[in-house]
């Protein structure tokens, strides 16, 4: 039986791993015929039945998912058969809500943001998620002359000649008052009707099988011939903009009607909204008529209303805090819990998944589950509160499965009265599956309440911890090493090549190991193709032609990354706890791994006020900072980054100051009180000019902010000689 028949219950890791990739191969080239060259090789249900797989994979196998992996794809590159358009305003993602309290919570956000403004009234916005194709449409006094899909948010594909057969795209605005240059922003979609129409002419055609509306339209916009785009009849609603040389409107709900006037359509259930109460009942109804409108939606979408304050509140890494996603919940299914597997990551944390009896659950076959942690298996929640009406969760046991977001499964509730007689709890492993050490759950010093997650101690002596670090640090995200993947990490390690990664900058120096390696697993794959196929090798390959013929090509890709971004770098450490985004706010401050490594080692070891030695960062929190100490106060974590920087040299990471601001690159410090805006605002306010803000005072201090009650910090900077403003003083500063 081959990898692609057998129950993924019956894979081994090495199994699954090998399958994954192929998968992962055979999915790409899927892709780039279908929506890069328009030539499908496969049928949309081949297609499908490959994805289904992969993704159930993935879930049965959470710590074999790739840096790259197709469920975290948002977007995607330009094709190489469309022209790359960069948007002049990125095409962000929104945040997610997924429960009435989510709701709630963003507009408890909101009012502490702007809380110093007491007679403010807050006004949103809520209009139904269209689940289509992001499109960005630019005009030039009043004609559209460039349309882009979304691509990866900062550059899109150029489909301007397909834009142009949508009826609801107007080629020249209507009206008057349009800015001289303007991107809108909306959703090319598929009506129900139509879909179904175009799925009836295929299959009396015998053309090929369409799957639903959505993939449809994204890939009837991507026909390199527009006049096949005409016939599918897509529809556009106009919803937002990117950059405009003056604003539609002062408030969100009047610019959307402004689109309207120059010739968009626009959703009419769009509304204004005053209360969190009646932004859940305008959830409600439009959720009620979901199945009536004849376009796919998957939520509903709240704005705060004034642009003003849009700008005010700003954005994240990537979203706008002034707008959130409301979900519709998951589609539900009931299924057996199969087993309760155990899978270790790199940083020991061992994760439960369960094996369930295939259900599908929203037009998805669902195989495994994440179970979080050992407590969810018990049936407590982060909180300690019970979760699933009291129940723990046992093998054997008919559960509830949804899929969150409709992307990831979790089991959401047990059927009590359908459990097996005789059911044992399910005991949690004290011992790491991969390398025997106790595992542990840890305390948290400041809080004393015990870690939800149990960890293997092992660290080094740990294979899977290792590996996994590896594969961290070799990542696209990461350090980027080009065709250095999974596969190549795990070769070189079981053949003792790679223990730590300054290895993998000396595998030149051990040239002839490195070939014999891959060529015993050139080998070993050709043998198991000849099993397979059960076809015989022409003859046997001579010594010549073992010489691997990619392994200059490899060791040219590792002396690339010899000068990584600083950024990067700090990433590919695999500190716990700090992301891409947290490695750039450790860039921004210290410019060089030099500084950066010189506090954090004198933090790791000071035995006062940590802040005393490594300075306060604005988005660096205690949980991240702790983690950086105990990563520093690691011996064998020193002296492996020791060995790594004899083999590369970070780059020193540069801030671009703009010309235009007083403030842009000095460091601020607030304190006191404010009482023309929060100190949210004002921090917000400084970062938007190019400045840093910090938390506490030092000679490194360019500027602090006094308001009333400022005490200790004032006095320091005092004693500093430091400039010191008072909030007047300051919002004059920055108004220049």
Not at 185 to 203: C, I, K
Not at 497 to 502: D, E, G, T
Not at 625 to 630: Q, T
């Amino acid at each position: 039986m081959s990898g692609a028949e057998r129950e993924i219950e019956s894979f081994s890791e090495d199994e699954a791993r090998a399958e994954l990739d192929r998968l992962h191969m055979l999915i790409g080239a899927a892709d780039i015929a279908y929506h890069q060259q328009d030539r499908p090789e496969i049928s949309d249900a081949e297609y499908d039945a490959l994805k289904l797989r992969y993704l159930a994979l993935e879930g049965a196998f959470p710590e074999l998912k790739r840096p790259d992996s197709l469920e975290d794809k948002v977007g995607a590159a330009p094709a190489e058969g469309f022209a790359k358009v960069r948007h002049a305003v990125p095409m962000l993602s929104l945040g997610n809500a997924f429960a009435d309290e989510d709701v709630v919570d963003f507009v408890e956000r909101a009012k502490r943001f702007f809380e110093r403004e007491k007679d403010l009234e807050l006004v949103f916005t809520a209009e139904p998620k269209i689940d289509g194709l992001s499109a960005s449409l630019r005009y030039e006094n009043g004609v559209f002359v460039k349309g882009a899909t979304r691509g990866d948010g900062a550059v899109g594909e150029d489909i301007t000649e397909n834009l142009k057969t949508i009826a609801d795209i107007p080629n020249r605005l209507k009206g008057s008052g349009w800015p001289d240059v303007i991107e809108v922003r909306g959703e090319v979609h598929m009506t129900h009707a139509d879909f179904r129409a175009l799925r009836e002419r295929s299959a009396a055609e015998g053309g090929q099988e369409y799957v639903n509306p959505r993939n449809t339209a994204a890939g009837s916009l991507r026909q390199k011939d527009p006049s096949i785009t005409a016939k599918r009849n897509l529809k556009f609603f106009a919803y937002a903009w990117g950059f405009a040389s003056a604003d539609p409107a002062p408030t969100q709900f009047e610019a959307v009607r402004k689109l309207a006037d120059w010739g968009f359509v626009v959703n009419p259930l769009m509304i204004r909204t005053n209360t969190v109460e009646e932004m859940l009942a305008r959830y409600r109804a439009i959720e009620a008529q979901r199945a009536t409108l004849g376009y796919d939606i998957d939520g509903v979408v709240y704005k705060l209303d004034r642009l003003d304050l849009q700008r005010r509140w700003g954005f994240v890494a990537r979203a706008p805090r002034w707008a959130i996603a409301h979900k519709f919940p998951a589609e539900q299914a009931t299924t057996i819990l199969n087993a309760i597997d155990i899978q270790v990551g790199r940083t020991g944390a061992l994760t439960p998944v369960a094996r369930l009896q295939p259900v599908t659950v929203g037009g998805v076959v669902v195989e495994n589950a994440t179970l979080h942690n050992e407590d969810y298996i018990k049936g407590i929640g982060s909180n300690g509160e019970q979760i699933r009406d009291g129940y723990d969760l046992r093998v054997g046991d008919t559960v509830i499965v949804q899929r969150a977001g409709d992307v990831i499964p979790q089991i959401v509730a047990v059927i009590p009265e359908k459990r097996p007689s005789g059911s044992e709890p399910y005991e949690f492993p004290h011992v790491c599956p991969a390398c025997g050490s106790e595992a542990v759950r840890e305390i948290n010093e400041k809080t004393g309440k015990v870690d939800a997650v149990r960890r293997c101690t092992g660290e080094l002596i740990c294979p899977a911890q290792a590996v996994e670090q590896l594969k961290h640090f070799v990542a696209r995200d990461a350090m980027d090493i080009d065709g250095f993947g999974s596969e190549n990490v795990e070769l070189f390690f079981s053949e003792g090549l790679l223990k730590s990664p300054a290895d993998i900058f000396k595998l030149r120096e051990r040239a002839d190991a490195v070939r014999h390696a891959l060529f015993k697993r050139r080998e070993q794959q050709a043998a198991e193709r000849e099993k397979a196929t059960g076809r015989q090798r022409k003859k046997v390959l001579s010594a010549e032609e073992r010489t691997y013929e990619g392994l200059d090509k490899l060791f040219a890709a590792i002396d690339a990354r010899r000068e990584p971004e600083l950024d990067r770098f700090i990433f590919a450490l695999g500190i716990r706890h700090v992301g891409e985004t947290t490695a750039a706010l450790f860039a921004k401050t210290f410019s060089t791994v030099e500084a950066f490594r010189e506090t954090a080692e004198k933090a790791a070891h000071h035995h006062g006020d940590i802040h005393e030695v490594f300075p306060s960062i604005n988005g660096i929190g205690d949980t991240v900072l702790r983690s950086v100490l105990d990563f520093f106060s690691n011996d064998r974590n020193v002296a492996a980054l020791s060995d790594l920087l004899e083999e590369v040299r970070p780059k020193p990471y540069i801030v671009t100051i703009s010309a235009d601001s007083q403030v842009a690159g000095k460091t601020v410090v607030f304190t006191g009180s404010l009482e023309r805006m929060t100190r949210s605002e004002a921090k917000a306010m400084a970062e938007r000019l190019g400045a840093k803000v910090a938390g506490s005072v030092s000679a490194n201090t360019d500027i602090l902010v006094a308001g009333p009650g400022a005490g200790s910090k004032l006095k320091k900077a005092e004693e500093l000689g430091l400039l010191v403003l008072d909030e007047n003083q300051w919002l004059d500063l920055v108004a220049k």
